[in-house]
């Protein structure tokens, strides 16, 4: 398939606001396209084939647009990152300066992105629309109740979790053990105080009192589901599948043995449908499911990666956080799963990143400091030589800030080059496409040497402990695994039930190689602390929990919602 066309289709963005201003006004300043004219004219979808959302946003309608056919599929690039620090690294926004770049250069190209969570915006990181040049609009529609469908997977997880105490209340004739009842609620926003619950209560009318407690709505094995599915019909046999307790004699409990999942497939129906919007620069965007890559796999929807190949020469995608979780995620699962594979690897680095992992203070980033940029550089190099494991040589994209010094800029580059890699600087953020042509013809250079052969971490025979410990020892580096009492019984019952073969999806923090956050660069001989493991059989992997990672985040000292709100034309300010 040729990645070139003869017509290009850059936009020019000089009537923009200047960069540094705020990104939702920048976001305003662009009238989007009509998302039925930009389907047709940028992907050949007819109008049947879309479900509009007001005038800008649309569902791919499956039933009209028809299968995917792998051997039309274009070129798939992921981009990843290296370990993410509060001076932030802007992964989502090169993704899509990326694909801007791509299209400036006359590729077909889309982006596929993960969908914003509530949490985060109302809490402390903020939106996931990309920043700066590089966004995807409408940018308040994207990160607030995005076509509705987290809501959606909020409400099929609190019916199943009604249903299976109903069923208990009503004289449990699946024979459930209410001590060991798996199956929590989930709500789409950052709660500290809903960790821990006690339902049942007020007297045997209200129910059979039991220990709980709610889950943010990302970590939600029926988000998993969605975002692994290849159809409906799959999609209703992952939810039959999945495993909500056990009973007393330590059989599984399924949804399936309720009876519910045509109901939660009701429920998801419309959800499952991928979604379109565009970039800023009016090329396609296709975002849906899968964020939080520290406490659930990361990636988005499996549909959406398939349909948006089958319609295009070239396609990114993310991973979340950095590429010992995202990345190693998007391959030993998303990958294993659906036969995908990336056909080559974007590695997002900043100067101020770098310096931070070196032990550079946030205030002091704006000072260049190459002592902290080279003793930082450790954490890239780390990134670099686990994605190696998998068979991916990355490009290295420096996403460039406006403090950037040009002594660091090539320090980075004369330390990749050492590596054997090639660093290209971006400056997408301030100049959109344009600034990421330089990187998107890097790319397709390194693609028209061939594709990589990809190479999972592990082969699917190994126990569950062996996988979990060839992660801990391999990309994190790490000197051993402890694990606690309970992880070793789960582990070794899930292998006893037949899910030794499914592959593992770690949860802890994102902020380091080791449980600890506040363990910066690239630490080695740690001890990894899995403290609880959840069998996720619908969705198809085992979870394991390390540290102090919660599956429920809490709201920091000052909440983003505090400085959010409605301007006197209900516009919405506040939200970054």
Known sequence: MSLTSSESTAVTTATLPPPGTPDIEIARAVQPQSILLLAQQRLGLAADSLIPFGHYKAKLDTRHVGPVDPASFGRLVLVTAITPTPAGEGKTTTSVGLNDGFNQLGVRSSVCLREPSLGPCFGMKGGAAGGGRAQVIPMEDINLHFNGDFHAITAAHNLLASILDNHIHWGNEAGLDPRHVYWRRVLDLNDRALRNT??????????????????????????????????????????????????????????????????????????????????????????????????????????????????????????????????????????????????????????????????????????????????????????????????????????????????????????????????????????????????????????????????????????????????????????????????????????????????????????????????????SGHTLPVREVRLSAGAGFVVAVCGDIMTMPGLPRRPAALDMGLNAEGDVYGLV
């Open 198 to 523: 006690i339902v049942g209560l007020g007297g045997s009318a209200h129910g059979l009192p039991r220990e709980t407690g709610f889950d943010i709505t990302v970590a939600s094995e029926i988000m998993a589901i969605l975002c692994m599915a290849d159809d409906l019909t799959d999609l209703r046999q992952r939810l039959g599948r999945i495993i909500v307790g056990r009973r007393h004699d330590h059989t599984p409990v399924t949804v399936s043995d309720l009876g519910v999942e045509g109901a939660l497939a009701i429920l998801l129906r419309d959800a499952l449908q991928p979604n379109l919007v565009q970039s800023l620069e009016h090329n396609p965007v296709f975002i849906h499911g899968g964020p939080f890559a520290n406490i659930a796999h990361g990636c988005n929807s499996v549909m959406a990666t398939r349909y948006a190949l089958s319609l295009n020469d070239v396609v990114v995608t993310e991973a979340g956080f950095g590429a010992d979780l995202g990345a190693e995620k998007f391959i030993d699962i998303k990958c294993r799963q659906s036969g995908l594979s990336p056909d080559a690897v974007v590695l997002v680095c900043t100067v101020r990143a770098l310096k931070m992992q070196g032990g550079m203070r946030k205030v002091d980033l704006a000072r260049p400091d190459l002592a902290a940029l080279h003793e930082g550089a450790a954490n890239l190099e780390r990134h670099i030589l686990n994605l190696r494991q998998f068979g991916l040589t990355p490009v290295v994209s420096i996403n460039r800030f406006p403090t950037d010094a040009e002594e660091e800029l090539i320090a980075i580059q004369a330390i990749c080059r050492e590596l054997g890699v090639n660093a290209v600087v971006a400056n997408h953020w301030a100049l959109g496409g344009a600034g990421a042509t330089d990187l998107a013809q890097a790319v397709l250079d390194q693609m028209a040497e061939g594709s990589p052969e990809v190479q999972p971490l592990y082969p699917d025979h190994w126990t569950l402990v062996e996988k979990i410990e060839t992660i801990a020892s391999r990309l994190y580096h790490a000197g051993d695994v402890a694990f606690s009492a309970d992880a070793r019984r789960q582990l070794e019952e899930y292998q006893q039930l037949g899910f030794g073969h499914l592959p593992v999806c770690i949860a802890k923090t994102q902020y380091s190689f080791s449980a600890d956050p506040k363990l910066r660069g690239a630490p």
